[in-house]
């Protein structure tokens, strides 16, 4: 069961927080607290020291206070915010966060880059504009779905965190 858990609560919550600021450019609060909850209770179930657990408290204050400073200079929103910290609390201080925090800004430049030039051109496919979602993404005036480059870099370094290492015990 704990190993089921660990193959599908984070990459769901993960996607589900993508797609919902790519569709809405909103993540709702509950994403960021079932996974801070999540992260607990497994924590919990697969006996993880409670030194271990500080280290993973801390990466995720860590990557809360930067993406405060962040949200209140006006770079990221406030969803986005809380999200790349509940996604922080789950790989700890260490190499997984610093890769999660590296892959986060990569990522994020690309879908910036890419989607300032869509929204540069003088004509956009007819396809794209033919939902509230897409014509929100391709107005000049919005901001940026950052939680969908936030979403991707935490997929991606996911299975070389240690949680990994518990599914097979």
Not at 82 to 110: D, R, S
């Amino acid at each position: 069961m704990i190993e089921a858990a660990l193959l599908v609560v984070f990459p769901v919550l993960a996607a589900f927080a993508a797609s919902s600021d790519l569709l809405t450019m909103k993540i709702p609060n509950r994403v960021s607290l079932l996974l801070a909850g999540a992260f607990c209770i497994l924590a919990a179930a697969t006996g993880m020291p409670v030194s271990m657990f500080g280290l993973h408290l801390a990466a995720g204050a860590l990557v809360l206070s930067a993406c405060f400073m962040m949200f209140a200079l006006g770079w990221m929103g406030g969803g986005d915010a809380k999200f790349a910290a509940a996604a922080a609390l789950w790989f700890g201080l260490g190499q997984p966060l610093t890769e999660f925090v590296l892959l986060t800004a990569v990522y994020g430049m690309v879908l910036t880059l890419g989607l300032l030039q869509l929204r540069q051109m003088p004509f956009v496919p007819e396809m794209f504009g033919r939902h509230d979602w897409s014509a929100r993404l391709l107005d000049q005036k919005s901001g940026i779905p950052y939680g969908i480059a936030i979403a991707a870099a935490a997929l991606h370094v996911y299975p070389f965190s240690h949680w990994f290492a518990l599914i097979g015990q």
